[in-house]
């Protein structure tokens, strides 16, 4: 499993409303050199502070193939309410060669507190960028 490390980590305030979902958007994407850079928006309207939120990713190719590399996605710690952008190198593949990401399992999600919710559960995606994405 490949580790993407966040190349650039604008954060914004957002107001909580309550509604019990993590969101995650697949805002845009960029080939930078040999890699694909894909930047997201998470929110966490969980209604409780993330100490650790990481997510494991699977890649397809242009064909519509799954491939080998599994990705693992980490938001770090996420007050309630926080909406976060990261942006993510994929290393060795260009936006042009990934037709879809799916969001394969929550690798970690633990509240603050030490609990552990069900982020699976109640993860919501979306997608403004051209790549296919979700659950």
Do not use: H, W
């Not at 966040?6 to 969101?23: I, K, M, R």
């Not at 409780?48 to 693992?72: K, N, P, Q, S, Y």
């Amino acid at each position: 499993m490949t580790a993407a490390t966040p190349g650039l980590a604008p954060a914004q305030e957002a107001q909580s409303e309550g509604g019990g979902a993590f969101t995650l958007e697949l805002n845009t994407t960029a080939t930078v050199g040999q890699s694909c850079r894909v930047t997201y928006v998470a929110t966490n309207n969980l209604g409780t502070d993330l100490a650790t939120m990481t997510l494991e990713m699977a890649v397809f190719d242009a064909d519509g193939t799954v491939t080998d590399t599994r990705i693992l996605l980490d938001f770090g710690a996420m007050m309630a309410g926080k909406t976060k952008a990261i942006a993510f190198d994929l290393a060795e593949t260009t936006c042009e060669d990934i037709s879809r990401l799916l969001v394969n399992d929550v690798a970690e999600c633990t509240a603050a507190d030490g609990s552990e919710p069900d982020c699976l559960a109640a993860l919501e995606t979306s997608s403004r960028a051209e790549i296919d994405f979700g659950l």
